[in-house]
C-alpha cells in the first residue's frame, strides 16, 4: 500500500554488519507493528509500537517510533544469517485493529 | 502454549468452486482477523471477528465471508472461485479487539485456484 511506505526494498548485507529499516505512514497512527515472514510462511511476531518516541528491543533488533514524523526504524545490530527474511510494517490508523502493510523489505545476510 | 493454528496448510481449487479455511486462535484470544496475501497487492485484511460478530471488514468482494464460533475459532469461506483468488491467506489473533493489542499471525493457507 502506498500509505504506508517501506524503504529500502531489498538489502544485501556481509553478517556482522548493522541495518536500519524505514517505514513512514502517510497518515496518523496508533499503533506500529513489526513482523518478519520467511518466504511463503506466517508472520513472526518482532514489536508493536504505540507512542511517541517508544523504543522496543528483542535480541539484536531495535525499533523506534517517531510519532511526529509518523514513521518508525527498525535497526539490526551485528546481522546474522538468521536474521534473513522479508520485514514487514503494519501500521494501525483507525486505532480498530485493522492494520494496513507495507509492501516489505527483503533482508539477505552474506555469511 | 501454542500458537495459531491453520488449516489446511495447501489447497488447490478449480475456477468456480468454493473453499472454507479454519483458523484456531492462541487459546485465551478471542478475536481472528483474516489477511490476503498476493505478490501484487501485499498483506490486505479480509475481516475480523470477536465475540461471534464481525467488527471490521475490508474491501473485498462478497464471495469472501467468515464466521466465529464460541471457542474463538473462525472459518473463512470463498466462493466462485477465480483465479485471482490465489494467495496465501493468513489469520492473526489477539486477546481482543480494538487497536493497541498484539496480534499473532497463523503460518498460512496457501491456496491456488487452476
Known amino acids: 500500500s502506498q500509505e504506508l511506505e517501506q524503504s529500502p526494498q531489498s538489502l544485501i548485507v556481509q553478517e556482522g554488519k548493522n541495518l536500519t529499516i524505514n517505514c513512514t505512514s502517510s497518515?496518523?497512527?496508533?499503533?506500529l507493528y513489526w513482523y518478519k515472514q520467511k518466504y511463503g510462511e506466517g508472520l513472526i511476531f518482532l514489536m508493536m509500537?504505540?507512542?511517541?518516541?517508544e523504543e522496543k528491543s528483542h535480541e539484536k533488533i531495535t525499533a523506534k517510533l517517531d510519532e511526529k514524523k509518523q514513521q518508525s526504524s527498525l535497526h539490526i545490530t551485528a546481522s546474522q544469517p538468521s536474521h534473513a527474511g522479508t520485514y514487514l510494517c503494519?501500521?494501525?490508523?483507525?486505532?480498530?485493529?485493522?492494520?494496513?502493510f507495507g509492501q516489505g523489505t527483503t533482508l539477505q545476510v552474506k555469511p | 502454549k501454542a500458537g495459531v493454528t491453520q488449516t489446511p496448510r495447501y489447497l488447490i481449487k478449480t475456477r468456480g468452486q468454493q473453499v472454507t479455511l479454519s483458523c484456531s486462535p492462541i487459546?485465551?484470544?478471542?478475536?481472528v482477523s483474516w489477511y490476503q496475501q498476493t505478490p501484487g497487492q501485499g498483506l490486505q485484511f479480509l475481516f475480523e471477528?470477536?465475540?461471534?460478530?464481525?467488527?471490521n471488514k475490508g474491501n473485498f468482494p462478497g464471495r469472501f465471508s467468515g464466521r466465529q464460533f464460541s471457542n474463538s475459532r473462525s472459518e473463512m469461506n470463498v466462493s466462485t472461485l477465480e483465479l485471482g483468488d490465489s494467495a496465501l491467506y493468513l489469520c492473526?489473533?489477539?486477546f481482543g479487539t480494538g487497536g493497541r493489542l498484539e496480534q499473532y499471525f497463523g503460518p498460512g493457507t496457501r491456496l491456488t485456484v487452476t
Open positions: 492473526a489473533s489477539s
Open positions: 497518515k496518523t497512527l496508533y499503533g
Open positions: 509500537l504505540q507512542k511517541g518516541g
Open positions: 503494519g501500521a494501525d490508523r483507525s486505532n480498530t485493529g485493522k492494520l494496513i
Open positions: 487459546s485465551g484470544h478471542r478475536s
Open positions: 471477528y470477536f465475540s461471534e460478530t464481525q467488527r
